[in-house]
T-cell receptor, first 114, second 110 residues
């Protein structure tokens, strides 16, 4: 158990819909990262928040957005969903934003778009 | 920008045999390098990491990796494979954001 929690574990929805994925980091960690894992794209970095502020963006679509709240939990919002958005979404947390920090991964949310 | 390349998307090893997973990195500056393991239906778990100092890094579950700057490599090894080592393994590097390789699926045969 990494100490990172993600809800829900599974999500099934329809094209065009909007969903919110939630992540609670390990106690004391200030950074939260979001990743998408799919068969064709592999593991892709989406976005990084540190202590409430966006710190880095990766391959995140404009239809996707995220935020980190004062209690440090984070939410990833996916809107106008397409079939291709079906994937595993992971969040990870780390103590700071240092490159040498270990990122601790949550169990993931499996999103299926029908 | 840094990136990593994992050689071989699938590796099959016999129980008790050496496990060798290859990773090469590309970076203009010395990177931080990581190996993660992903078991079926689970998140990623850190096996080991190289930041600075000793180039031979020991990790969990008997794995180790050696940072070789001259070869820009960070190969992962385990002397004797167990059935429980069957999983997907990812090499990653970071100079800011973590970049993952494509992953290597390890199958262990009895």
């Amino acid at each position: 158990d990494s100490g990172v929690t993600q809800t829900p574990k599974h999500l099934i929805t329809a094209t065009g819909q909007r969903v919110t994925l939630r992540c609670s980091p390990r106690s004391g960690d200030l950074s939260v990262y979001w990743y998408q894992q799919s068969l064709d794209q592999g593991l892709q970095f989406l976005i990084h928040y540190y202590n409430g502020e966006e710190r880095a963006k990766g391959n995140i679509l404009e239809r996707f957005s995220a935020q980190q709240f004062p209690d440090l939990h984070s939410e990833l919002n996916l809107s106008s969903l397409e079939l291709g958005d079906s994937a595993l979404y992971f969040c990870a947390s780390s103590p700071t934003f240092a490159g040498a920090d270990t990122q601790y991964f949550g169990p993931g949310t499996r999103l299926t778009v029908l | 920008a840094q990136s990593v390349t994992q050689l071989g998307s699938h590796v099959s090893v016999s129980e008790g045999a050496l496990v060798l997973l290859r990773c090469n990195y590309s970076s203009s500056v010395p990177p931080y390098l990581f190996w993660y393991v992903q078991y079926p239906n689970q998140g990623l778990q850190l096996l080991l990491k190289y930041t600075t100092g000793a180039t031979l890094v020991k990790g969990i579950n008997g794995f180790e990796a050696e940072f070789k700057k001259s070869e820009t490599s960070f190969h992962l090894t385990k002397p004797s494979a167990h059935m429980s080592d069957a999983a997907e393994y990812f090499c990653a590097s970071t100079g800011g954001k973590l970049q993952f390789g494509a992953g290597t699926q390890v199958v262990v045969t009895p």
